[in-house]
């Protein structure tokens, strides 16, 4: 089992900056596989930033060049640092795991942190 804590969120103006953790817990071998989601009112969930299956790290055109997703394998974390942050960035911001690229059943979910961007 697979237990992942997010932390980070908060309120911030637009054009700020705020970075979101994701510590991951249990049977972890590799962060290849983590990813950062967000969902905003009225929208499915999207994904933000992701580190692939061969731990390149690929991101959502509306957030390339203002979000880096970095990693420490020593304290399975990934690290989501958001800038130039606009209004549209709100949404609550999940992170996500998959252990196995061949495998969507077996995945983790965090509980989620808000981000709020204010105009």
């Known amino acids: 089992q697979v237990q992942l804590v997010e932390s980070g969120g908060g309120l911030v103006q637009a054009g700020g900056s705020l970075r979101l953790s994701c510590v991951g817990s249990g049977r972890i071998l590799s962060l290849n596989g983590m990813a950062w989601y967000r969902q905003a009112p009225g929208k499915q969930r999207e994904l933000v930033a992701r580190i692939t299956s061969v731990g390149t790290t690929d991101y959502a055109d509306s957030v390339k060049g203002r979000f880096t997703l970095s990693r420490d394998n020593a304290k399975n974390t990934v690290t989501l640092q958001m800038t130039s942050l606009q209004p549209e960035d709100t949404a609550v911001y999940y992170c996500?795991?998959?252990?196995?690229?061949?495998?969507?059943?077996?995945?983790?979910w965090g509980q989620g942190t808000q981000v709020t961007v204010s105009s």
């Open positions: 996500y795991f998959q252990p196995a690229p061949w495998d969507r059943t077996t995945a983790y």
